[in-house]
């Protein structure tokens, strides 16, 4: 999960439809909240734990996968999908995330967009 599948999360679960809505109930700048549904930057951990809190996701998962996210080689973002996979191993869905992670590995970022909806 990226920071703007974690921002497209924020928005349902408080049906919120504008980006300037998620940035006055979060606190941020409407700058800083365009910039991360942008894919120009990231939530911090501290950020991205507070948020899955509220709206109901495992914090561990969307920083495992934010790490993933922000890994600069292969074998770094293959290490950390390796670990959300073995997260994962105990929900009975490790063989579907294997498959997004291993089919998706090309893609970057957009790996983690539905992580959640797998464990």
Same mark, same amino acid.
């Given at each position: @999960?990226?920071? %703007? ?5 924020? @928005? ?6 504008? !980006?300037?809505?998620?940035?006055? %109930?979060?606190? +941020? ?7 991360? =549904?942008?894919?120009?930057?990231? +939530? ?8 899955? %809190?509220?709206?109901? !996701? ?18 770094? %973002?293959? &290490? ?15 063989? &579907?995330?294997?498959?997004? @992670? @291993? ?10 967009? =539905?992580? =959640? +909806? !797998?464990?």
């Amino acid at each position: @999960m990226d920071s %703007k599948t974690l921002i497209q999360a924020y @928005m349902r679960a408080k049906n919120l439809t504008q !980006l300037k809505e998620v940035a006055e %109930k979060l606190g +941020f700048s409407n700058s800083y909240i365009t910039e991360l =549904h942008q894919g120009r930057r990231e +939530f911090t951990d501290e950020s991205a734990i507070l948020i899955a %809190k509220e709206i109901g !996701l495992d914090p561990l998962e969307v920083i495992i996968s934010l790490q993933a996210v922000r890994a600069k080689t292969p074998e770094t %973002k293959a &290490a950390w999908y390796d670990a959300l996979k073995k997260y994962c191993a105990n929900t009975g869905a490790a063989l &579907a995330v294997s498959c997004v @992670m @291993m089919g998706s590995a090309s893609i970057g970022g957009l790996v983690t967009a =539905h992580i =959640h +909806f !797998l464990c």
